[in-house]
């Protein structure tokens, strides 16, 4: 396997930088990771939710995977790609051009349309992908609210998944069932990393033990979120609470606007182009991006979002 890896603090989920016509503009990748980097975030996960991986095709995802590889080392920002999809044998591909680019892990969700049925099922689905990447830290992406694929106690998954994948880190974790991600923390001594991926509970996570996080809110408001961290790392319940209550806010006044198109116009407002969302996807209209900017600003966005 690579050199250790582990999530710890912050790690945005990139969004995949588009032309106004809705192809991939891999010249926006460099930016992008330079705006990470200005704002101290290490490490990129790339191709997922946010990066809507489900709309791309693989060539595209393949050649995000190389841009990532050569803008990340330039700005010091560490590459986790995400490989999932409904074709494993297309899953299996990327991971395994991912390990050639040296990424530092690699991430699947499990098929989502025909989805695993049984545990047994999920996690020889996460075995077909691993293989592709041998030598490569290895998370599965529980993420049930968007793949509606049976939410297996994450302990259970870890203790029957590890005895199968030689690779497998721990679970990119964007499950509510805080319970359950303790006793998969725990297991083996602390050996699974589970990065929690739900922005607007992270501090319900940490208080659960959670190291580190992946989320699409770091890219526009991560200020807030290291806050969140700090405060709760001192001990000031006051602080993070007021913190962690921003994030759903925000998160709100954008999804009334269709959410990934709306953050993406976000960042175009913070200077850091990276297109419209691709359909399904929708993107504000101009109304909308007007409003959407003002309720920000009623609410103080601009002056705590740093």
């Not at 408001?221 to 709760?232: N, Q, Y």
Request: glycine share 10%; charged share 20%.
């Amino acid at each position: 396997m690579s050199a250790p890896f582990s999530f710890r603090g912050l790690c945005p989920a990139a969004h995949t930088p588009m032309h106004a016509d809705g192809s991939v503009n891999l010249a926006g990748v460099g930016p992008l990771a330079a705006h990470l980097a200005r704002h101290g975030l290490t490490t990129a996960f790339i191709c997922g939710t946010t990066g809507e991986s489900s709309s791309l095709t693989v060539a595209e995802r393949a050649s995000l995977s190389d841009a990532w590889a050569k803008a990340g080392p330039e700005h010091g920002v560490k590459v986790v790609v995400h490989v999932g999809s409904n074709c494993l044998q297309d899953a299996a591909a990327l991971a395994a051009h991912a390990e050639g680019n040296r990424a530092d892990a690699v991430s699947m969700i499990a098929p989502s349309y025909f989805r695993p049925r049984t545990l047994e099922d999920l996690v020889a689905c996460c075995e077909i992908v691993a293989r592709g990447c041998p030598r490569t830290p290895f998370y599965y992406y529980d993420i049930p609210a968007m793949t509606g694929i049976p939410s297996f106690p994450v302990d259970v998954f870890l203790e029957a998944a590890a005895r199968r994948i030689p690779n497998l880190a721990g679970v990119k974790y964007s499950n509510p069932d805080l319970a359950a991600m303790r006793r998969g923390a725990a297991l083996q001594g602390g050996r699974f990393d589970l990065p929690f991926g739900i922005d607007e509970r992270y501090l319900e996570a940490l208080d659960a033990g959670a190291k580190g996080g992946v989320g699409s809110t770091y890219n526009f408001m991560p200020g807030v979120l290291r806050r969140i961290i700090e405060a709760h790392g001192r001990g000031d319940r006051r602080a993070a609470e007021a913190d962690q209550a921003r994030v759903p806010a925000v998160v709100d006044v954008l999804a009334r606007r269709g959410y990934l198109g709306a953050a993406k116009a976000l960042m175009r407002e913070l200077g850091v182009p990276v297109g419209p969302a691709r359909l399904p996807n929708g993107n504000p209209s101009p109304t909308e991006l007007k409003a959407m900017l003002g309720e920000l600003e009623a609410m103080g966005y601009f002056s705590w979002k740093d």
